[in-house]
């Protein structure tokens, strides 16, 4: 999708790298030492210039927003302006202004691409990128398969294996221990097992958790959760195999439910599954797995439910599919930024 002519994509790592700085950049207000740590940064390797100019050229792609959303100035710094004597930062604060006319989708757009990227780099102990899967092998056995977007830490102790879901979507296979329970806790509460295997899933606030094998247990997290004799002032509530909950942070556990356990871990094989899905939900499962950000313009009313099987390894496809369904076109601005309207 609008890739055609454009150097290969640097790695994740090194991506986020350029990203921190060219937002800092465009900040304006970098220090003198800052700003030399910057310089050493980009002069370590010619990996550097590269990832950086990389992000450049994205940014600078990005103003033909314009003519879909009216003038719009996305300035992007040049690292050779960057002033490291004399009077730091006023010439760059006075080449460096970024002037959002379309403040909502130019702040939406730096929100998902930047915010959270580098507080999930120091806190997680693995993640993956958008569109990026992996295996992890943990300390005592178990695997964890990680989904699109998705973010772990890790916390074992002889007592307990506590696994924090930070964001996204996880697999468990979990290794048989009675005297080191296994935990996954995300949204306030903890999904319990031992020598089990289910998938926990953190979205829009909502947390569902879906067992394939054996059974767990999913009960509040947290000392203040407990009541007396530290018995949990709620109830703790079991889910067999090929069922599922759902719960939300502060809210009550909706009932079990039969699912297909299958179907709901399509990921795994590289397929999207929607069922009668509402046109933004549709536009948002696919949004996980894009590497930036799938922006719907339309005054029109969306509202044709989704069906299908998709991959996520073509979302070209899928994102077509999809805005045709509603009449819509499609515009690749940048590889990180995919408008229907």
């Given amino acids: 999708m609008g890739t055609e002519g454009r150097t290969p994509q640097p790695p994740h790592a090194l991506r986020d790298e350029a990203r921190h700085w060219l937002v800092r950049l465009t900040a304006g207000d970098m220090s003198v030492q800052e700003q030399a740590r910057f310089q050493r940064w980009l002069d370590a ?3 550097h210039k590269e990832a950086f100019a990389y992000e450049q050229a994205t940014w600078r792609q990005v103003e033909s927003l314009k003519h879909l959303m009216g003038p719009t100035t996305w300035a992007v710094p040049d690292p050779d302006d960057v002033s490291l004597a004399g009077e730091p930062g006023r010439r760059m604060r006075a080449r460096r202004r970024v002037v959002f006319a379309g403040l909502a989708l130019a702040a939406s ?6 915010a959270g990227d580098a507080w999930l780099a120091l806190i997680s102990d693995y993640r993956t990128a958008s ?3 992996i295996r992890v092998s943990l300390p005592d056995g178990s695997t964890a398969y990680l989904n699109t977007a998705t973010a772990i830490g890790v916390d074992y102790t002889p007592r307990e294996r506590r696994i924090e879901l930070l964001s996204g979507e996880a697999y468990f296979v979990v290794a048989r221990n009675a005297e080191a329970p ?3 806790r995300s949204q306030g509460r903890l999904t319990r097992a031992v020598g089990t295997a289910f998938a926990v899933h953190d979205a829009n606030g909502k ?3 879906t067992v394939t094998e054996g059974k767990i247990e999913v009960v509040p997290a947290g000392a203040a959760a407990k009541g007396p004799g530290g018995r949990p002032q709620t109830p703790a509530v079991q889910v067999s195999a090929d069922h599922q909950v759902i719960y939300a942070r502060g809210g009550a556990i909706a009932p079990v439910r039969a699912v297909d356990a299958k179907a709901a871990l399509a990921w795994r094989t590289g397929k999207i599954i929607m ?7 549709a536009i948002a ?10 922006v719907v313009i339309s005054t029109a009313a969306l509202d044709i439910p989704v069906s299908g099987v998709f991959s996520a390894r073509s979302l070209d ?5 999809l805005a045709a369904m509603q009449g819509l076109r499609v515009r690749s601005v940048t590889p990180y930024l995919v408008i229907l309207y």
């Fill in 109 to 114: 757009l730096l929100a998902a691409l930047f």
């Fill in 275 to 281: 069922d009668e899905l509402p046109f933004d939900d």
């Fill in 207 to 209: 947390v569902s958790v």
């Fill in 182 to 184: 296994f935990s996954v």
């Fill in 131 to 133: 569109g990026e899967q």
């Fill in 285 to 294: 499962e696919l949004d996980r797995y894009f590497p930036g950000r799938i």
């Fill in 45 to 47: 390797s010619p990996s």
């Fill in 317 to 321: 496809s899928a994102i077509g599919t």
